[in-house]
Antibody
Framework: EVQLVQSGAEVKKPGESLKISCQGSGYSFPRRWIGWVRQMPGKGLEWMGLIYPGDSDTRYSPSFQGQVTISADESINTAFLQWSSLKASDSGMYYC???????????WGQGTLVTVSS | DIQMTQSPPSLSASVGDRVTITCQASQDISKYLDWYQQKPGKAPKLLIYDASNLETGVPSRFSGSGSGTDFTFTISSLQPEDAATYFCQQYDNLLITFGQGTRLEIK
């Protein structure tokens, strides 16, 4: 069974750093694009960016370029989303997802709730 | 970026009704479109992939059609458990984008 399991909810203060994770199983993790999707409270879904773990090729959506860092460690089948200095506006639900590609179906993690508050 | 225009933003329908949601892409995306269902507090659930293929385990009352720029998602006979928000998603290239979503309410 293809599965993505994300790290738990986080509560942080503005200015703090954060790295959340997503571990894949049941498929060839290095050979499939995986990425992160943001959902702000009561709002729609936004792809933040993608990474191909096999060669670390990373693509960011224009709105998120420079705001976050996406990485992956194929030795542990895990992708990461990182902030160096959180803002209150980063609060939201973050989903990792195996990216849909021709011939590859999307699969989603359960979500990680990030709360940034002083 | 490819823009996805989804309509309507919300709708209310009765059990047994036929419900249709549309998505229009700003450029040709071939068949590379998914439809998702999201219930409050839950991750999105894949219903339809490649525009018209039903995901395993999804009831047959859900269907999708279209190619190029115009796509349709249909629930043939609405059930109470179908109350949710529905999203389309295009993946013609690596700048994947979603429609704005349709909130479906059961009367």
């Amino acid at each position: 069974e293809v599965q993505l399991v994300q790290s738990g909810a986080e509560v942080k203060k503005p200015g703090e750093s954060l790295k959340i994770s997503c571990q894949g199983s049941g498929y060839s993790f290095p050979r499939r694009w995986i990425g992160w999707v943001r959902q702000m409270p009561g709002k729609g879904l936004e792809w933040m960016g993608l990474i191909y773990p096999g060669d670390s090729d990373t693509r960011y959506s224009p709105s998120f370029q420079g705001q976050v860092t996406i990485s992956a460690d194929e030795s542990i089948n895990t992708a990461f989303l990182q902030w160096s200095s959180l803002k209150a506006s980063d609060s939201g639900m973050y989903y990792c997802a195996r990216a849909p590609r021709p011939g590859v179906r999307g699969v989603w993690g359960q979500g990680t709730l990030v709360t940034v508050s002083s | 970026d490819i823009q996805m225009t989804q309509s309507p933003p919300s709708l209310s329908a009765s059990v047994g009704d036929r419900v249709t949601i549309t998505c229009q892409a700003s450029q040709d995306i071939s068949k590379y479109l998914d439809w998702y269902q999201q219930k409050p507090g839950k991750a999105p659930k894949l219903l339809i992939y490649d525009a018209s293929n039903l995901e395993t385990g999804v009831p047959s009352r859900f269907s999708g059609s279209g190619s190029g720029t115009d796509f349709t998602f249909t629930i043939s006979s609405l059930q109470p458990e179908d109350a949710a928000t529905y999203f389309c998603q295009q993946y013609d290239n690596l700048l994947i984008t979603f429609g704005q979503g349709t909130r479906l309410e059961i009367k």
